[in-house]
T-cell receptor
Framework: GDSVTQMEGPVTLSEEAFLTINCTYT??????LFWYVQYPGEGLQLLLK?????DKGSNKGFEATYRKETTSFHLEKGSVQVSDSAVYFC??????????????FGKGTRLSVIA | AAGVIQSPRHLIKEKRETATLKCYPI?????VYWYQQGPGQDPQFLIS???????DKGSIPDRFSAQQFSDYHSELNMSSLELGDSALYFC?????????????FGQGTRLTVV
C-alpha cells in the first residue's frame, strides 16, 4: 500500500544552520505530498504542499520539491531558528477519484534548534 | 478564520469506562477524519465521514464507533477503555469537492486512561 518514509530523528541543529529532512514515498500514480508541523502540545499544521511532479511548495522559509523520478519530497530550510523546533511529518494523499482520501503520514522527525 | 474545534481538550478516564470525543469541522467542510497519535508516534487514521456517511475505515478498534451528524459535527465513542487507548486524538476536516486538498486539524483531545 501507499507509505511514507522519513529520516529518523531527533535532529539537533544550531541556529542558522541548514536543514534537510528526507522524505520518500511509495504510491501508485501521482499522490499529493504534504509537510505538516507539530509544535509542542499543539495540533498538526500544514507547512507546505505539492500536488504534481516538479512542483515546489514553500512557506516560512521552508521548501520541498516533488521529485517523481526519485519519489522524494525532502524538506529544506536555509537558516533554522529556535522557533522551528517541532516535529515534522511528511504525508501523502493517495491518488483516487474521490477528494476525501485520508492522509498517510510518515513517522515524524523531531527537530531541536539550539541557540 | 474558523478552525476545527475539538472538545474536550483533556480527558481522564478509568479502565473499562467510556469516553465521547467531539469534533466541529470548519464551516462548509463536508469530510471529517479521526486520527489517533500515541506518544512519539505518527498519527494513525481511524475513520472518516463524507456527507454524514462513513467514507473510509482505518485501524479503528471494534470498541470504538463514530458518526457524523446533520450539522456535520462528529463524535468518536470509545467503550471499554484500555490503558493503551491513552493518546492524542485528532479530528481533521476537508472539502471533498477540492480533490487532493489538505486536511485541517484540530488541537486534539488528550485522553489518559488510568
Amino acid at each position: 500500500g501507499d507509505s511514507v518514509t522519513q529520516m529518523e530523528g531527533p535532529v539537533t541543529l544550531s541556529e542558522e544552520a541548514f536543514l534537510t529532512i528526507n522524505c520518500t514515498y511509495t504510491a501508485t500514480g501521482y499522490p499529493s505530498l504534504f509537510w505538516y508541523v507539530q509544535y509542542p502540545g499543539e495540533g498538526l499544521q500544514l507547512l507546505l504542499k505539492a500536488t504534481k511532479a516538479d512542483d515546489k511548495g514553500s512557506n516560512k522559509g521552508f521548501e520541498a520539491t516533488y521529485r517523481k523520478e526519485t519519489t522524494s519530497f525532502h524538506l529544506e530550510k536555509g537558516s533554522v531558528q529556535v522557533s522551528d523546533s517541532a516535529v515534522y511529518f511528511c504525508a501523502l494523499i493517495p491518488t483516487r477519484n474521490s477528494g476525501n482520501t485520508p492522509l498517510v503520514f510518515g513517522k515524524g522527525t523531531r527537530l531541536s534548534v539550539i541557540a | 478564520a474558523a478552525g476545527v474545534i475539538q472538545s474536550p481538550r483533556h480527558l481522564i478516564k478509568e479502565k473499562r469506562e467510556t469516553a465521547t470525543l467531539k469534533c466541529y469541522p470548519i464551516p462548509r467542510h463536508d469530510t471529517v477524519y479521526w486520527y489517533q497519535q500515541g506518544p512519539g508516534q505518527d498519527p494513525q487514521f481511524l475513520i472518516s465521514f463524507y456527507e454524514k456517511m462513513q467514507s473510509d475505515k482505518g485501524s479503528i478498534p471494534d470498541r470504538f464507533s463514530a458518526q457524523q451528524f446533520s450539522d456535520y459535527h462528529s463524535e468518536l465513542n470509545m467503550s471499554s477503555l484500555e490503558l493503551g487507548d491513552s493518546a492524542l486524538y485528532f479530528c481533521a476536516s476537508s472539502l471533498a469537492r477540492e480533490s487532493n486538498t489538505e486536511a485541517f486539524f484540530g488541537q486534539g483531545t488528550r485522553l489518559t486512561v488510568v
